[in-house]
């Protein structure tokens, strides 16, 4: 990093920052892991918060170097040039006021950062108040409306299979979510998608969705992809390994044209096994049609799939995802306007090689009218990873209540 750019940044940093804020001497940080209040320093002319005082309630890493230090927040990374005005993110620098630096052996990172920028990266997980100083997750903040909503007093009411614990978990979490198809893989087109809209479109914005919902509930989120590109099918999976709990690949379910099928709608989950009907054998050659653009792909490897079934290390995930796939059936099926199509199991490939409890979501059918004008909506969107991300947090808080009562 030269000094002429370092001055280019503070210059740009300059026309950015328009009149001063006034600076707090303390700021909240509120989550559902609970709530910190963290003190403000300003001995090098700017505002900054020590990284270690956010943990307890935000899913911090840190990783600190001789001149980097990376701090990864729910799965996404930043990087601070540690004395100099900036941070890397997603391959662009972005210039600061100030920047983070590391004393008594302490990573302090700049209030603007986590006041301005971070809420703007995961908006639907994270807001800040400047009157009240306060950093939150974006679920606890209060809505006050003059309308009613109809989804509020759903998620607030009771749940027929018993309410979640509050906080519901007590252990951390990762989660890797998978968004279907995407680069020169479109998935399906959508019959009642808007114009140019495909698949590997919604797949992508319900994901982004859903890692937004794991983050304001205190879960590290691992993305596939998080723009529009192929991610080979191993690949996919082999994310979901070391801390990771579970894997989730999110589609979108089409029927070829027959007789009824454009009347064929509703939710549906899968896991990893034998399938046992012939639509379920349908819908994983359909998925599995994407190996075709796996350019570098070794033909061999299909015959993993003769023996992958016996794999001890697969087969010890099996019970797991069949869990897994009813607590996020059970919950993605309510509101849904298609309705439960229950779950299932077939081979896809997707799954094949994920060494952790692992769930494929057909979130509706794209070739039915009411299912593609939902999911190409917004509030369709968001509705079903609201409910999805309830179904995981269900599973793993009977994961962890299995750990308690040591049951295998």
Known sequence: MTMRLVGLLLAAAGVLEGPKPVVPGVVTVATARGEVVVPVRTDRGHPVLAAARLRPVLPLTLDVGEDWARVALGGRGFRFLLG??????????????????????????PLQWLSEYVPRVLSEAYRYDPLAARFEEAALTPTVTTTPV??????????????????????????????????????????????????KDVTLSM??????????????????RSTDTLIDFRDR???????????V??????????????????????????ARTAEA??????ENEALR???????????????????????????????????????????????????????????????????????GFSTNREDGQFLASGEGQRRLARAIADGIIEYLAQYERKLADGIP
Request: aromatic letters at 8%.
């Open 84 to 109: 100099a005005p900036l941070f890397e993110f997603d391959g662009r620098i972005v210039p600061l006021a100030g920047g983070a630096y590391v004393a008594s052996d302490t990573l302090f990172v």
């Open 237 to 247: 999976a082999e994310r979901c390994g070391g801390s990771c709990d579970v894997f």
């Open 249 to 274: 690949s999110l589609h979108v379910n089409s029927l070829p044209r027959r007789g009824d099928y454009r009347a064929v709608q509703g939710f549906e989950t899968y896991f990893l096994d034998e």
């Open 281 to 286: 054998r349908r819908v994983a050659e359909m």
């Open 150 to 199: 109809a989804a509020a007093p759903a998620r607030a009411a009771p749940r027929a299979t018993g309410p979640i614990p509050k906080p519901p978990l007590r252990r951390p979490h990762t989660v890797v979510v998978d968004a279907g198809h995407g680069g020169v893989d479109p998935g399906n087109p959508g019959l009642f998608f808007p114009r140019g809209v495909r698949e």
């Open 207 to 224: 994901a982004r969705l859903l890692r937004a919902e794991l983050l304001s509930r205190g879960i590290t989120v691992i993305m596939t």
């Open 293 to 363: 653009y796996e350019t570098d792909r070794d033909p061999a490897d299909d015959n993993d799939f003769a023996f992958i079934l016996k794999d001890l290390q697969t087969n010890e995930y099996l019970r797991e995802s069949a869990a897994l796939a009813e607590a996020v059936q059970r919950q993605g099926a309510r509101g849904h306007p298609g309705g439960d199509r229950g779950v299932s199991q077939a081979r896809f490939a997707v799954l094949g090689w994920a060494r952790r409890p692992a769930i494929l979501v057909e979130t």
